[in-house]
């Protein structure tokens, strides 16, 4: 079972940019899908953007699109959440996930805190 931990969060200001990382343990990561999922406060999970286990192909939730950017590398097994233009919708806590758009598993990290906020 692949172990992940989330960081890079913060308190950031509107129209700021975040940086995401998601470090995974265990030698499967290259073979998962995976999403990045948040929860903002009061709020169920929302999934927020996947990408395929190569890489290649990405998909955003509508929310966010133009703005964030999914990546990874699986020989660092870390994938990453590019955050841009960032609002105050944006709040919440950020967790990754194995799984695409209409699988991901429940996470199972702590997440990373992200707050936008003058």
């Known amino acids: 079972e692949v172990q992940l931990v989330e960081s890079g969060g913060g308190l950031v200001q509107p129209g700021g940019s975040l940086r995401l990382s998601c470090a995974a343990s265990g030698s499967t990561f290259s073979t998962y899908p995976m999403s990045w999922v948040r929860q903002a406060p009061g709020q169920g999970l929302e999934w927020v953007s996947g990408?395929?286990?190569?890489?290649?192909?990405?998909k955003y939730a509508d929310s966010v699109k133009g703005r964030f950017t999914i990546s990874r590398d699986n020989a660092k097994n870390t994938l990453y959440l590019q955050m841009n233009s960032l609002k105050s919708d944006d709040t919440a806590v950020y967790y990754c996930?194995?799984?695409?758009?209409?699988?991901?598993?429940?996470?199972r990290g702590q997440g990373t805190q992200v707050t936008v906020s003058s």
């Open positions: 996930t194995p799984g695409g758009s209409g699988d991901w598993g429940n996470p």
């Open positions: 990408i395929n286990i190569g890489g290649r192909l990405t």
